[in-house]
């Protein structure tokens, strides 16, 4: 019986350990109505913009990117903490307000994932028109018949997996049934070589005005600032080392 209960206490160590460095995994979520940007609210996120005059703003408890003025990029990102699942989900509410260029490839409003290696893909949301990029500067599948601009709709990404092929369906407002379904793709330049997520506007070939109500993704991503302490787990092991040497000893003395 003692060494079934020595084994018992080795085991809760064990997983005691395990559970702090998964204590951190769950959904991140971000929502206008705080009047916070990403990067304000969560050291998750990193605002990437080349000019004050392109900073999002508030009203009405939204969050407009403009980047209107001087074509410069505005958007936020989650990049060198992200450990992205096979199911990979993001959804997030925005409504398109108007563009200048009106390119065939990009748009100023955008949502992208990268998987590492150059896999990932973007979708974007231009006038009632909703399409997943194809690489290499090109237009994948979409569609140009849904409204964008009227008012907010909700958007949700699905991956089916992590690799070149892998199918992306996209939701249009809680439907069942996917708007349409696209694959991962393979582009370094455009996807970059670490696993990232984003949202805004990422491309100087056009540019404009969007709005963004919330967006969450379930990609795991533990700052280093909050990951427990090397010496808190290394302390933890150590105890049960030193219970499994104590029943030994027991058993080297009975």
Not at 106 to 114: K, L, R, T
Not at 195 to 208: A, H, P
Not at 231 to 245: C, N, Q, R, S
Request: hydrophobic residues 35%; negative net charge.
């Amino acid at each position: 019986m003692k060494s079934c209960s020595s084994c018992i206490r080795l085991l809760s160590v064990v997983v005691v350990t395990g559970s702090l460095f998964q204590a951190h995994a769950e959904i991140e979520y971000w929502s206008a109505s705080a009047g916070l940007r990403p990067d304000q609210a969560s050291t998750n996120w990193t605002y990437h913009g080349e000019s004050l005059s392109v900073r999002p703003t508030f009203y009405q408890d939204v969050m407009l990117i403009n980047s209107t003025l001087n074509q410069r990029v505005s958007y936020f990102e989650s990049a060198g903490c992200l450990d992205i699942p096979n199911n990979l989900t993001i959804e997030f509410k925005s409504r398109f307000w108007e563009r200048n260029a009106c390119a065939d490839t990009v748009s100023p409003a955008a949502v992208y994932f990268g998987l590492g290696g150059g896999l990932g893909s973007v979708l974007y949301l231009g006038h009632d028109d909703v399409w997943l990029s194809g690489g290499n500067n090109t237009r994948g599948v979409g569609v140009t018949s849904v409204d964008t601009d009227n008012t907010f709709h909700t958007y949700r990404i699905e991956l089916s997996g992590l690799t070149l092929g892998s199918a992306i369906n996209v939701y249009y407002d809680n439907s069942i049934n996917p708007l349409f379904t696209g694959s991962v793709f393979y582009d370094l330049a455009l996807n970059g070589n670490e696993e990232r997520i984003g949202f805004g506007d990422i491309t100087q070939e056009d540019s404009g005005v969007s709005k963004w109500d919330y967006l969450w993704h379930n990609a795991t991503c533990v700052p280093l600032d909050v990951v427990p302490e090397p010496t808190t787990a290394a302390l933890l092991i150590a105890g049960g080392t030193m219970l499994l040497a104590r029943r030994n000893n027991r058993k080297m003395r009975a």
